[in-house]
């Protein structure tokens, strides 16, 4: 009968990240894992039978967090980039890898979807003054510091 692992999926990325803030993304290896676990290489591959599926586990959990639907959509944009570039400026060779990757990474996908039902709903909606703070319909509204919608490139 086979062990349980004494860890999860969670553990395993959270070692994966450390390993990427000590040693950057091409460290992250089954053996590098497992050390930073105290473990086997071995006890990882119920989990992560080989470094691809690894490295996906990684990858997705470091996902930066949606953006919040407050304010005007190019300010909302704006500020989600910029906290995106600092969280993945943290985790050298991530952001390279997931642009490689990302239809494989659900969590990153979550971004997008989120990212580009905000944007549709902008367009798919007459501007009006939003009902509150925090409804969509807020970030449909026009940016104090940009024009929005931006002019179509010639």
Same mark, same amino acid.
């Given at each position: 009968? %086979? *062990? %349980?692992?004494?860890?999860?999926? &969670? @553990?395993? #990325?959270?070692?994966?990240?450390?390993?990427? *803030?000590?040693?950057?993304?091409?460290?992250?290896? $089954?053996?590098?894992?497992?050390?930073?676990?105290?473990?086997?290489?071995? &006890? +990882? !591959?119920? +989990?992560?039978?080989?470094?691809?599926?690894?490295?996906?586990?990684?990858?997705?959990?470091?996902?930066?967090? /949606?953006?919040?639907?407050?304010?005007?959509?190019?300010? $909302? /944009?704006?500020?989600?980039?910029?906290?995106? !570039? @600092?969280? /993945? *400026?943290?985790?050298?060779? $991530? @952001?390279? !890898?997931?642009?490689?990757?990302?239809?494989? /990474?659900? #969590?990153?996908?979550? $971004?997008?979807?989120?990212? +580009? #039902?905000?944007?549709? &709903?902008?367009?798919? *909606?007459?501007?009006?003054?939003?009902?509150?703070?925090?409804?969509?319909?807020?970030?449909?509204?026009?940016?104090?510091?940009?024009?929005?919608?931006?002019?179509?490139?010639?």
């Amino acid at each position: 009968m %086979a *062990r %349980a692992p004494i860890f999860d999926e &969670a @553990a395993l #990325a959270a070692a994966g990240v450390r390993v990427i *803030r000590r040693s950057g993304w091409p460290a992250v290896t $089954v053996r590098s894992v497992a050390e930073e676990l105290g473990v086997s290489p071995m &006890a +990882l !591959y119920r +989990l992560a039978p080989d470094a691809d599926r690894l490295r996906l586990l990684v990858a997705n959990a470091v996902a930066p967090p /949606l953006p919040s639907p407050v304010g005007p959509l190019t300010d $909302v /944009l704006r500020s989600w980039a910029v906290d995106a !570039y @600092a969280h /993945l *400026r943290g985790l050298p060779g $991530v @952001a390279s !890898y997931v642009v490689l990757r990302w239809t494989e /990474l659900p #969590a990153w996908l979550d $971004v997008v979807e989120a990212l +580009l #039902a905000a944007a549709s &709903a902008c367009r798919a *909606r007459p501007r009006s003054p939003p009902s509150t703070p925090t409804s969509p319909t807020s970030w449909c509204e026009p940016s104090s510091t940009t024009a929005w919608p931006p002019p179509l490139a010639a």
